[in-house]
Nanobody, 121 residues
Framework: QVQLVESGGGSVQPGGSLRLSCQAS????????MGWYREAPGEGREFVAS???????NYADSVKGRFTISGDNSKGTVYLQMNSVKEEDAAIYYC???????????????WGPGMQVTVSS
């Protein structure tokens, strides 16, 4: 079994900062990519940022230069440092892991339960 535990969500003022954390655990063989997605009211789930096993990072254009993703895939940990937060960043944020379990040894997506980030002055 695999689970992703998220923490760090909450309320932040425009221009402020927030740091999200995620820990993956379970019968994991290999983690290929970990990342963050978000869903805002009236919006679909959108990609925010990811970090691959190689350390390569990717960002949505909307957060590039403001958010920084980091982590250690070998430990199943990923973080999202959110700086210069905008009202448009308010959403439910989901941790994602692209990994292979010890049982199947094939790549599959796993998701955290999601946590609210509110941006308000």
């Amino acid at each position: 079994q695999v689970q992703l535990v998220e923490s760090g969500g909450g309320s932040v003022q425009p221009g402020g900062s927030l740091r999200l954390s995620c820990q993956a655990s379970g019968t994991i063989a290999v983690i290929f990519v970990m990342g963050w997605y978000r869903e805002a009211p009236g919006e679909g789930r959108e990609f925010v940022a990811s970090i691959a096993k190689s350390g390569t990072t990717n960002y949505a254009d909307s957060v590039k230069g403001r958010f920084t993703i980091s982590g250690d895939n070998s430990k199943g940990t990923v973080y999202l440092q959110m700086n210069s937060v905008k009202e448009e960043d308010a959403a439910i944020y989901y941790c994602n892991a692209d990994l292979a379990t010890k049982e199947s040894l094939v790549r599959s997506d796993y998701w955290g339960p999601g946590m609210q980030v509110t941006v308000s002055s």
